[in-house]
């Protein structure tokens, strides 16, 4: 008898310590790693737009600067590669994040994911990105702070995009589809437009439901011309 009580002793040490060990690992080592590649991601992007000469033009949207003309298809757009950095001050100011392409868990461990079948940056429709809650660098563990007229800033390398948030944090279930659409019903907008969606999961460490904020695009300018107002300190 005393055996069996040791034996199970001993399992039950032994199963707690690999709990412990996966906590940690889920917790912290995802968050370190996840972290790293990011920041790989970004100075890949960094590089690349150093290396190139010419870059896509683009509008502004009705009553913004800029009066650039509207980008054609672009190869960076490639599945699981980087092409655009988000920043949200409301987040912190050292608070950056790459932008790739498509929402595969694979490209969500490297970043935030652009919903592929939507708008492209800047340009009219529905630009929506997806990103972890928790875990793989938590990107959006803040997000519940998120407020109407907060500013969502992207560049592309060679254009500043600044979103203003008009709705959300807005709660719904993973099947409302509907929230990526190019006029979202929920959102508020009538007509169309140049809008951008954020997404992330809820609650905090679960996915039984989705939070959504919804944005316009504000105001554009060429990268050359320093950065965009709502960056500056």
């Known amino acids: 008898m005393r055996v069996i009580v040791r034996t199970f002793s001993e399992l039950c040490i032994t199963l707690g310590a690999l709990i412990v060990l996966f906590v940690a690992y889920v917790l912290f080592w995802t968050g370190v790693r996840a972290d790293h590649v990011m920041g790989d991601q970004i100075e890949q992007l960094r590089e690349q737009w150093a290396k190139e000469s010419v870059r896509p033009r683009v509008t502004a949207a009705p009553g913004t600067s800029g009066t650039r003309e509207a980008p054609e298809p672009s190869a960076s757009y490639q599945s699981g590669k980087p092409f655009a950095i988000m920043y949200i001050p409301r987040l912190g100011f050292t608070w950056n994040k790459p932008v790739l392409e498509n929402t595969a868990t694979g490209t969500l461990k490297k970043g935030l994911g652009h919903y592929a079948n939507t708008a492209r940056l800047g340009q009219k429709g529905n630009f929506a990105v997806a990103g972890h809650r928790r875990t793989y660098g938590d990107p959006f563990k803040d997000f519940p702070r998120l407020r109407r007229g907060d500013a969502v800033v992207l ?3 060679a254009t500043w995009f600044t979103y203003r948030i008009d709705k ?8 409302d589809i509907e929230v990526i659409d190019p006029v979202p019903r929920k959102s508020g907008y009538t007509r169309p437009g140049r809008y951008l969606t954020l ?14 904020v919804w944005a316009h695009l504000d105001s554009t300018q060429p990268v050359d011309t320093g950065k965009p107002r709502a960056l500056r300190r």
């Open 155 to 157: 560049t592309d390398g």
């Open 168 to 175: 959300g944090p807005y709660r719904t279930v993973p099947s």
């Open 199 to 212: 997404t992330t999961c809820d609650p905090e460490w679960g996915h039984s439901h989705r939070l959504i």
